[in-house]
């Protein structure tokens, strides 16, 4: 199974992108994953989310199972998210995990989803977003190999 972290906007904060990294490192050593960020279409608000959900569109397929991270998705405690995304593993399908712009994603792309995945009811900056992803896959994958990194 390979997995395929796709966010819009600009390369990772250096003061975020060695925790981004070695989150990643974590996840890869059990399944392939990566980073693909998509630059921000720098519109105004509706040509914008058109525009950037049909660059992400074009980076997926038919395939794909898609995950899209969006504040009003179904929030999970970490042992849901982890049976969900074991789940999700056995599905044989590229996992593609999708933040979307700063002005969200078009209604297409919101259907194409698979599952809407709410962190929280807050809205944080894409970046934290992309260090809380990483960190949660790992964390379910933790729960899931029975490994002590996840404290109940």
Request: charged share 25%.
């Amino acid at each position: 199974m390979k997995q395929l972290l796709l966010s819009v906007g600009k390369k990772h904060d250096p003061l975020l992108a060695g925790a981004i990294e070695d989150y990643t490192g974590r996840l890869q050593r059990v399944f392939p994953a990566e980073w693909l960020l998509l630059s921000p279409s720098g519109a105004d608000e509706p040509t914008a989310r058109r525009a950037e959900s049909a660059s992400i569109l074009a980076k997926t397929d038919g395939n794909d199972f898609i995950v899209l991270l969006d504040e009003r998705g179904r929030e999970m405690s970490s042992r849901a998210l982890a049976a969900h995304y074991q789940a999700w593993q056995q599905l044989n399908k590229r996992l593609v995990f999708i933040i979307g712009g700063s002005y969200g994603v078009s209604d297409e792309l919101r259907e194409r989803a698979d599952v809407v995945w709410s962190m929280s009811q807050e809205v944080f900056p894409h970046q934290i977003m992309r260090l809380l992803l990483v960190e949660q896959l790992y964390r379910s994958q933790a729960i899931i190999d029975g490994h002590p990194y996840h404290h109940q």
